[in-house]
């Protein structure tokens, strides 16, 4: 299977202890590594001093958080530094982090101390008015985006996803699930309307109560690699994770006589599976805001950039101008009018919100200098 774009190595949670002491030295204080371990890839190249090493976040609860190396998972904090060195909440760690870290206690508890550079990431915009990003997770190889064919299934949506991960350098793969609820002429109708959206995607068939599909999914998670499970509450995310690990020990909630299931995960977590995959397991999102994400977009939409470049004008804003390709496209049935509808939508979105994020950054950059200013001021008149 393929990556999207090219990226360095991603790195897993059990790794090799002799490139381990190339990285970092190991102490009396870190958690030891020993034993057998399932294949991995080696950690990030990245010098540690003595008594540090490096290990991933697992979870997520505030300010509260679980890492996990070779052996064990134990909670942590951010440090201060560490906290007054990020620049927005963006650049705190998430879950799939791989962090610079320090154990205490014979490796009972950790501080992280700084979070590595992620390969690859998955953000939005945070919910509400606020136009900063929020980091879902990072370091993910494919993300497997979950849609139910009874009551969930929205193209539009399944577009947003895939600009998410386009964005982020991620592989999605699109899981319909409750196909058991659906005729096969139904599901075969379902998979045209993805198509004629020009959405190129691997897509996995499955139930959850046949086991259809399941095997499918379970042969595309190779050990080392990390995976992610999105979609909405309720489209059978939690039971998949049950089945393709025999038994997580994850809570999955009762299905409602019309097939809708109903919310049950609460926060991310990173599981670690029995032949060395890895899978984040994630609540429902409602809001899919758009931020900073033109060239995920562009990537997305690949089939309107193709028509776009035959336009005559270079500025073809694709609505009345002689030789349009768009327009002439949806004409004739090549392009499917609402997903360049769609298109124009999210482009619109991103570009509204990047620039009020640039102008939240200039004032919190005007202010930051406001505040040295006065506290630097403030120190020359102590002086005298």
């Not at 190889?141 to 895939?162: G, M, P």
């Not at 982020?168 to 379902?190: C, N």
């Not at 080392?224 to 039971?239: D, E, F």
Request: aromatic share 6%.
């Amino acid at each position: 299977m393929t990556i999207s774009k090219p990226k360095q190595p991603l790195f897993h949670v059990f790794a090799d202890s002799d490139r381990i002491s190339d990285a970092c030295d190991e102490s009396e204080h870190t958690a030891p590594v020993t034993g057998d371990r399932p294949e991995g890839f080696s950690p990030p190249d990245r010098s540690c001093d003595p008594g540090e090493s490096i290990a991933r976040v697992t979870a997520v609860d505030r300010d509260q958080y679980l890492i996990r190396n070779a052996e064990s998972e134990v909670p942590a904090k951010l440090t201060g530094r560490a906290l007054y060195a990020c620049e927005s909440s963006a650049d705190m760690p998430c879950v799939g982090d791989w962090v610079r870290v320090k154990y205490q206690d014979s490796g009972a508890h950790a501080s992280i101390l700084d979070v590595l550079p992620r390969q690859s990431f998955l953000r939005r915009k945070r919910p509400g008015d606020n136009v900063e990003f929020q980091m879902i997770a990072a370091n993910i190889d494919v993300a497997f985006i979950v849609q139910s064919c009874h009551f969930d299934f929205n193209v539009r949506r399944l577009e947003r996803y895939l600009v998410m991960t386009s964005e982020g350098h991620i592989e999605p793969v699109v899981l319909l699930t409750k196909t058991d609820l659906v005729s096969p002429e139904a599901l075969e109708q379902l998979v045209s309307l993805i198509r004629h959206a020009g959405i190129g995607a691997r897509i996995i068939a499955l139930s959850n109560v046949s086991g259809t599909g399941v095997d499918e999914t379970r042969e595309l998670i190779q050990p080392g690699k990390t995976y992610c499970l999105l979609g909405s509450s309720g489209v059978g995310k939690t039971t998949l994770i049950n089945r393709l690990v025999g038994d997580s020990g994850l809570a999955t909630g009762a299905v409602s006589h019309s097939g809708e299931g109903r919310h049950t995960t609460t926060r991310r977590q990173l599981i670690v599976l029995e032949h060395g995959g890895l899978l984040i397991d994630m609540p429902g999102m409602r809001e899919l805001g758009m931020l900073g994400v033109s060239e995920g977009v562009d990537a997305s939409f690949a089939d309107v950039q193709a028509h776009s470049a035959n336009c005559r004008f270079a500025d073809c804003t694709h609505t009345s101008e002689p030789g349009c390709a768009i327009q002439s496209a949806i004409a004739q049935g090549e392009l499917d009018p609402a997903h360049f509808q769609n298109y124009l939508k999210l482009k619109k979105e991103s570009a509204f919100h990047d620039m009020s994020h640039l102008e939240k950054r200039k004032k919190d950059r005007a202010f930051g200098k406001l505040v040295r200013s006065v506290t630097k001021a403030g120190g020359r008149r102590n002086e005298y």
